[in-house]
């Protein structure tokens, strides 16, 4: 038996539990939980310059292996800048393990100098929350929050723990908790068989089906038996913006992203199917476009671990809640059980329809102009050329999202990191560090552009401090760009705030952090100042990119339309 | 249409503020809610009613078992079930207005539990429509206070709502 306070309890559960890295700024309520890292070999703290990013780097951790990351804040400020990550968290159902100093138990809801009801503000944006009343309770309370935040519908929970639990002075038993037992919490082990086997008889009867897939398939692990089934069946596959990985990128029965800013192909054999597959994916407002028109003859096999999520926006007419992986594994034996395949001229003549959209000019045609100005859209083609498609890719908000979703095909799941629900600026660097960090040997990418930078730009000094040489890929268009774009479709080019006046040099800003900074304004020179940067492996490297400010994200969904109602250009509309 | 959801939720601190919480968050109605410990002090046993289409009915009841705290949930309205609520409320009695007051109350099986000179204080149980009726029937000139539990209930029958 051994005998611990609870701050070092808190440090040693965190070893044992597997823990590697934390994320997070000191503070008076964190005094004596950072006294016992002090003496903590294993875990490794990373101190951020903002709390904000040390849930974004915790949250890239997350998304690249399917681990909740672990966060460390000091009470009220600390507690505070961390709300918007653990926001962006709940959005995507990313796992997170959030842990608070509080001000000390006896000074709790009297105004304390630091103090935050950070329950009561956490409390909308968690999958749930423990506030410790007791040291000798930490080693259980931590236990339930991984578990929680990774099982079922994974999610942020955020653990507040007072001063006084860590009280170096009381010490109590600490046995490590393997396994932990709550009675009101029990998320679905597998589907309903019954419902399993008519939707598989659905598929295969289907004369247009499209297999629509989501984030649940990369946080659910289920890319692999997602890709078997659509291979098994023929299927043409799109993804969510969440979900992109979930199946091969380059494959020809990708169909790209589909949605608000899907490709044509994607959002017209959605619009025209009769049979869809949703798994893990919730119907957002953002690819659904206008529920009312949604895919007028389709009927809906909906595949989800939350039950919320089923018939939440579009009713579904097979609904089956479950884990997508065994779910998809018991269709896969179905399929092989029934012994039969779609009718091979069906799926021919709906193969023949999907290629005349498809076309022959690509799933995102643009105009590529003379070369005189770089196109958004071309560095990130030459990024995917660059990496050979094989990097971690993390991005902020805006049009650069948009272009890096449309542009670099996903081959496996868990590359692509990116703020999809909550739409978080400042998000991608720091993610892009959190991805670096957990996996020093290979290439990560953080596209952003020069607004969405700017809200997490001082993490360069921690990249400094920790070696952290990710590739800032800047496309800087001196505008807000998504902004600047509604702006020109719906108000006249009134450009509201959305300019980027007084910028910095962002060569010599990465500079004055220790770092490499290239500035890129000629077509020429923007494949081999990629490739330089990313020859030198070392170092964090700025390219600061001057892409065309006019540039437009296309297709965009034409707003309350159906899913095929789209422009395609400045120009042109469905 | 008016649902009555019971639930039972671990007896802990803030598991009651995100039942509420749910509520505001998600811009579900809540219409009335009562909630006290069961015979297992573990366990809260909470009530609601609120008023909504299927669809959003549905979803509440979802995003209510999602809740960590929630271990249990019944919509009683979904099948054969007990209703009750408790009034209590003061009206102005005087003269000619006492023996009317006793007897509409003994009509609608109410009692008088406090009595002044001028006062009746009245204890009614019953469905809520039922105290709508006894209210209406005062009529709101004579009513100085009126206190209403919220609605509770229980199924009929063999089922029971227990872990």
Redesign the interface.
Known sequence: MELLSGAEMVVRFLRDEGVKYIYGYPGGALLHIYDALFKEKEVTHILVRHEQAATHMADGYARATGKAGVVLVTSGPGATNAITGIATAYMDSIPMVVISGQVPSNMVGSDAFQETDM??VS??IV???F?VKHPSEIPEVLKKAFY?AESGRPGPVVVDIPKDMGDPSQKYEYVYPKKVK????SPAQRGHSGQIRKAVEMLLAAKRPVLYSGGGVIMGRAAAQLTELAQMLNLPVTNTLMGLGGYPGNDRQFLGMLGMHGSYTANLAMHHSDVILAIGARFDDRVVNGPAKFCPNAKIIHVDI???SI??TI?ADVPIVGPVDSVLAEMISIVKEIGAMPQKEVVASWWKQIEEWRGTRGLFPYDKGDGSIIKPQTVIETLYEVTKGDAYVASDVGQHQMFAAQYYRYAKPNRWINSGGLGTMGFGFPAAMGVKLNFPEADVACITGEGSIQMNIQEMSTCMQYDLPVKIVNLNNGALGMVRQWQDMQYSSRYSHSYMESLPDFVKLAEAYGHVGMRITELKDLKPKLEEAFALKDRLVFLDIAVDTSEHVYPMQIRDGAMRDMWLSKTERT | MRHIISLLLENEPGALSRVVGLFSQRNYNIETLTVAPTEDPTLSRLTLTTIGQDEVIEQITKNLNKLIEVVKLVDLSESAHIERELLLVKVKATGAQRAEIKRTTDIFRGQIVDVTSSVYTIQLTGTSDKLDSFLHAIGTSSILETVRSGVTGIARGDKVLTI
């Open positions: 329950i009561g409390r909308p999958k749930h929350s506030i929680i709550l009675r009101s919490y939350d039950p919320a018939s939440k009713k």
